[in-house]
Each structure stands twice: as C-alpha cells, then as structure tokens.
T-cell receptor
Framework: DGGITQSPKYLFRKEGQNVTLSCEQN?????MYWYRQDPGQGLRLIYY???????QKGDIAEGYSVSREKKESFPLTVTSAQKNPTAFYLC???????????????FGPGTRLLVL | AQSVSQHNHHVILSEAASLELGCNYS??????LFWYVQYPGQHLQLLLK??????LVKGIKGFEAEFIKSKFSFNLRKPSVQWSDTAEYFC?????????????FGTGTRLTVIP
C-alpha cells in the first residue's frame, strides 16, 4: 500500500522543548515537503528537499530544521526557537523535477502539534 | 505580491444545490493548477488538476473546474452537492517557470452541506 505516513497524529510539546515529526514515503519520490496549516491561512511551505542530502528553506523556515539522509524519510524538528508552534503539520512528496515539469504533490495525514 | 485568492471563506448549501468556488491567481505565463480537498479528520487529497489541454477538467466525485486564462481563474464546480461533500477546499498554483516545489495555496473555502 503506497503512500505517505506521518507520526504521531497528535504531539504535545512543553515550552522550550524540541520535538521531531516523522514523515515517511514509499512512493519512490525524490522531492519531499513540509507545510504548516493554520486556520484561515491555508498551507505555508516550511522546508523542501529535492534530493537526498539537500534541502531548502521555504517561506517560514525560522524555528524549524530538517534532514534528508534517506530518500524515504524527511523528519521535521520544531525547535524551541519557534515562537508559535501550535499548528497542523503536513508532509508531502512529488516525483521531483526541474522547472516547467508537470508534477503533483501528494500529502500525508498530518501531525497536530500542541504546546502545553 | 503574487498570490492565490479564494474569496469564499465559508459556503453553506443545501443538498442538491449547485456549487461554484472561486479561485484567482496572479502569476503570469504557464501555470499548473490544482484543487485539493480535506474532509473532516482526513488528509489533503487531490480533487483535480490542470496542466495543459482542455481547460475544463473533471475530477473525482463529480467535481470539475474550468481554467480561464484571461481571467486568471480556476473555479471549482459541482452541479449537485451531497452532504458528504462537506469539507475544506484548497486551490493551489504552481507557476510554470518555477520548480514543482513552488506550490502556492489559497486560504481555503469551508463548504458545509446541510442535509
């Protein structure tokens, strides 16, 4: 069963803690993405990776970090520097390609992060 | 700033009513266009997409969308909604001159269908 899995579904964080959100895909996609979804604001890109061992900042990367050591995995760490981390986090993947290619991003089920 | 606009924030319809959700964007040139749907408690799913060719595209569950280049629009339509269509709908645009990682989303439209 191919797809994107994210864990956990819900995550609670105490003030000052770093937490890591997991994203795994078995679609053999090169590109992976992290988005943040807030009510009334749609999705905003945090980080993306087009290939293993490479990643780029998106529109709202401050307070977040990522790694891409394996093609299948793209974990996101929400650091204590992120001042407003409570949100719904979505991971996505696509085949990966150059500008002008026609691609579709597919999304995982999301992780809801709550700060206590 | 270039953007994607969904002007309807919350739409409430009775079952069997017709639906049209607006989506306008401000990117010039070739664009790839998407509608995603997020049902309550479920993940974001692709509803339909337009890359090229016939500007009227059909998606899953009876939805369709029309790309009107001159109006920079990609409105979503369904002739007769069902209670199960209650969800949040997101329009997304990938400017063709950018890589696929540049997918810009509208703020979403919440659709509530009353039985």
């Amino acid at each position: 069963d191919g797809g994107i899995t994210q864990s956990p579904k819900y995550l609670f964080r105490k003030e000052g803690q770093n937490v890591t959100l997991s994203c795994e895909q078995n679609l053999n996609h090169d590109a992976m993405y992290w988005y943040r979804q807030d009510p009334g604001q749609g999705l905003r890109l945090i980080y993306y990776s087009q290939i293993v061992n490479d990643f780029q900042k998106g529109d709202i990367a401050e307070g977040y970090s990522v790694s891409r050591e394996k093609k299948e995995s793209f974990p996101l760490t929400v650091t204590s520097a992120q001042k407003n981390p409570t949100a719904f986090y979505l991971c996505a993947s696509s085949m990966g390609g150059l500008a002008g290619t026609q691609e579709t991003q597919y999304f995982g089920p999301g992780t809801r992060l709550l700060v206590l | 700033a270039q953007s994607v606009s969904q002007h309807n924030h919350h739409v409430i319809l009775s079952e069997a009513a017709s639906l049209e959700l607006g989506c306008n964007y401000s990117y010039g040139g070739t664009v790839n266009l998407f509608w995603y749907v997020q049902y309550p408690g479920q993940h974001l799913q692709l509803l339909l997409k337009y890359f090229s060719g016939d500007p009227l595209v059909k998606g899953i569950k009876g939805f369709e969308a029309e790309f009107i280049k001159s109006k920079f629009s990609f409105n979503l339509r369904k002739p007769s909604v069902q209670w199960s269509d209650t969800a949040e709908y997101f329009c997304a645009v990938n400017p063709g001159f950018m890589g696929a990682n540049n997918l810009f989303f509208g703020t979403g439209t919440r659709l509530t269908v009353i039985p």
